[in-house]
């Protein structure tokens, strides 16, 4: 399956909706997330395949959540929704997403290009404020490029965790990484890696330690000797 047959298969009316909620414009990408639950639930027959119980499930904890949220109040009535609808909708998003026929390889790369939407807008204003200010600042908070608005380090870096996970693609041989990807991941991760430098998050430093010996208890057991030998040269 080519990148035009998955578009056209998932839908540009799903597609485009979701791209711009992950990179939350202006802050406003929760709009967005509306207008894609909306589209879901238009397309009701195809919905209805996709219910399970752990939909059941995660439905019934984000509207718990959300009513015990209601009794007070703490940063606007729109989170009562965003709070009870985006969990169990966005779970029926995945499941959509995972088309008939699609090859592990290709879920990668579409786990890969989420990811890195999701941490584009925290990514530029990192690297805008690198360039204007190296590392030697004793502000961590980051003014995001959509709006100037300053934003905590610890919800910047928050962004980058999918990033931080990058180096994992280079120990797993099978379904082997296209190298064009492998390249782009590289330049990302060294990218979110200064930032994360820059915003002086710890703990993006151990999701990516950890991640990638978890990833090595995954594949050790898997492989020759010989290719872990490899491996840990490479490492």
């Known amino acids: 399956m080519n990148l035009n047959s998955y578009r056209k298969q998932i839908g540009l009316i799903y597609l485009i909706p979701f791209i711009l909620y992950l990179l939350d414009p202006f802050g406003k990408g929760f709009l967005f997330g509306y207008i894609l639950i909306l589209s879901l639930i238009l397309n009701t027959k195809k919905l209805i395949l996709f219910f399970d119980r752990?939909?059941?499930?995660?439905?019934?904890?984000?509207?718990?959540?959300?009513?015990?949220?209601?009794?007070?109040?703490?940063?606007?009535?729109?989170?009562?929704?965003?709070?009870?609808?985006?969990?169990?909708?966005?779970?029926?998003?995945?499941?959509?997403?995972?088309?008939?026929?699609?090859?592990?390889?290709?879920?990668?790369?579409?786990?890969?290009?989420?990811?890195?939407?999701?941490?584009?807008?925290?990514?530029?204003?990192?690297?805008?404020?690198?360039?204007?200010?190296?590392?030697?600042?004793?502000?961590?908070?980051?003014?995001?490029?959509?709006?100037?608005?300053?934003?905590?380090?610890?919800?910047?870096?928050?962004?980058?965790?999918?990033?931080?996970?990058?180096?994992?693609?280079?120990?797993?041989?099978?379904?082997?990484?296209?190298?064009?990807?492998?390249?782009?991941?590289g330049v990302i991760f060294i990218a979110s890696l200064l930032s994360v430098f820059r915003l002086g998050s710890r703990t993006q430093l151990v999701i990516c330690i950890l991640s990638i010996v978890l990833s090595l208890f995954f594949v050790i057991p898997r492989q020759s000797f010989k290719t872990n030998v490899q491996l840990f040269f490479f490492i």
Not at 93 to 117: A, C, H, N, T
Request: aromatic share 18%; proline share 5%.
């Open 54 to 185: 752990d939909f059941v499930f995660v439905s019934f904890f984000s509207i718990s959540y959300a009513l015990f949220y209601a009794v007070e109040l703490k940063s606007g009535v729109q989170f009562i929704f965003i709070y009870a609808l985006f969990p169990g909708f966005f779970y029926l998003l995945g499941k959509y997403l995972m088309v008939d026929g699609i090859r592990p390889r290709q879920i990668v790369v579409l786990l890969f290009s989420i990811g890195f939407i999701f941490s584009l807008s925290s990514l530029i204003s990192v690297l805008i404020n690198l360039r204007e200010g190296g590392f030697a600042q004793l502000n961590r908070d980051i003014p995001i490029f959509w709006n100037g608005k300053a934003t905590k380090a610890t919800l910047m870096a928050a962004y980058l965790t999918f990033n931080m996970t990058i180096p994992i693609i280079f120990l797993i041989r099978k379904p082997k990484t296209p190298i064009l990807l492998q390249l782009i991941g």
